[in-house]
Nanobody
Framework: VQLVESGGGSVQDGGSLRLSCAASGLTINRRCMAWFRQAPGKEREGVAV????????HYSDSVKGRFSISQDNVKTTAFLQMNNLKPEDTGMYYCAVAVGDEGSWCFSLAARPFGYWGQGTQVTVS
């Protein structure tokens, strides 16, 4: 399984970015794809998740209303549209995938269930 993130960069306060996560090597559609972020000196934080089979999504309170997670038609690429970015959104953004039936474990935004991780893409807001 390989996850490749792209789309990070530097933007000004109030700007937008769109992150992509391309997943390969997965043959099961019953999976949870999520975006996490980690700022220097802080713990990794789950910000958005989508269950691929149903399309159900969930967001952390810190990004709700500003970020939107989606997937492509073949459900192998997840996107994170980030609008009205703030300096506190700065960090390394990671894509993660976990396989399993839809349930609260997916929408809890906890990192533990996720066994597959990308290398991360840096987002800097100034």
């Amino acid at each position: 399984v390989q996850l490749v993130e792209s789309g990070g960069g530097s933007v000004q306060d109030g700007g937008s970015l769109r992150l992509s996560c391309a997943a390969s090597g997965l043959t099961i559609n019953r999976r949870c794809m999520a975006w996490f972020r980690q700022a220097p000196g802080k713990e990794r934080e789950g910000v958005a998740v989508i269950y691929t089979e149903s399309g159900r999504t969930h967001y952390s309170d810190s990004v709700k209303g500003r970020f939107s997670i989606s997937q492509d038609n073949v459900k192998t690429t997840a996107f994170l549209q980030m609008n009205n970015l703030k300096p506190e959104d700065t960090g390394m953004y990671y894509c993660a995938v976990a396989v399993g039936d839809e349930g609260s474990w997916c929408f809890s935004l906890a990192a533990r269930p996720f066994g597959y991780w990308g290398q991360g893409t840096q987002v800097t807001v100034s």
